[in-house]
């Protein structure tokens, strides 16, 4: 089968978008891994298909595969790109909403930027101590759609992302679905830098639109940082988190970034 994509990235965070508005596509996890694979498919972090939502709970719904094939319920990211390639797809201007893994979101525009409305972040624990292979570690964590274990380093350059990021990933606290994991370094001024270990990449990203929300939303818990946070991540962008707060929840919790087009191809599979 030739099939027709479109490679996407949102803030250095890749990829391949498929318009399946008429169901025909039938995408098995095999096909999406190896559509994933940067030597041997077209390269990217995941893939999302255009399908539409059969629940009537919003206007659309994508099927996500993560580049290992398991499925995504949610990707900050890949959310804005979904967006954009909606918008060119369908011709529309407007904004609207699409059902996920993890709930419906909207979408709104700004040019090439891109804000989508998250679902309610929770399961939020704070201090926790968590035994790993160098010593005890104070980990926080918080689902923002999929669940983020979030730890402040001095250096984001410095930090071990790959081994500690995989160590994390998998241990027994965190079981039995594992976590993604962000390494988090304040800026001071209401901003952080974030890098990303993520789950069902199995490595760094340049970016996590999810990661960068949890981490932000944690920031802003401690550190009482006011909407919005800036967030600068390892591909080089800036994205920008905000809130509204209601005691100790967080509402209304939006994600802006770029979301850009790199180019349209056809491969078979």
């Known amino acids: ?17 498929i318009d ?11 096909q999406a891994a190896r559509l994933c694979h940067r030597q041997r ?3 990217a972090d995941g893939v999302m298909l255009l399908i539409p939502c059969g629940s009537g709970k919003a206007d659309w719904a994508w099927d996500f595969f993560n580049s290992d094939g398991s499925a995504a319920e949610m990707c900050g990211n890949g959310a804005r790109c979904f967006a954009r390639f909606v918008q060119r797809v369908t011709g529309t201007n407007k904004n609207f909403t699409v059902e996920t893994g993890a709930g419906v979101i909207s979408a709104a525009f700004q040019g090439d930027r891109v804000t989508v409305s998250l679902t309610q972040p929770r399961d939020l624990k704070l201090n926790e101590k968590v035994a790993l292979s160098r010593g005890a570690e104070t980990i926080h964590s918080l689902n923002t ?7 402040f380093v001095p250096d984001a350059d410095q930090a071990m992302v790959q ?12 079981a039995p679905k594992g976590t993604n994991v962000n390494f988090v370094q304040e800026l001071g001024g209401g901003a952080i830098r974030v890098r990303t270990y993520e789950r069902g990449v199995e490595g760094e990203t340049l970016a996590c639109g999810t990661g960068v929300t949890a981490s932000a939303l944690i920031a802003a818990t401690l550190q009482q940082l006011p909407s919005p946070v800036k967030v600068q991540v390892q591909g080089g962008d800036q994205l920008e988190v905000s809130f509204r707060r209601n005691g100790a929840a967080f509402e209304d ?9 790199v180019f349209d191809g056809e491969i078979e599979i």
């Open 41 to 43: 498919g077209v390269g």
């Open 163 to 174: 081994q500690l990021g995989r160590e994390i990933r998998r241990h027994s606290h965190f």
């Open 1 to 17: 089968m030739l099939l027709k994509f479109t490679k996407m990235n949102g803030a250095g965070n890749d990829f391949i978008l």
């Open 145 to 151: 759609g999929v669940p983020h274990a979030v730890l």
């Open 20 to 30: 399946d508005r008429d169901r025909k596509v039938k995408l098995s996890p095999e």
């Open 253 to 261: 919790v939006k994600l802006t970034g770029p979301a850009d087009f």
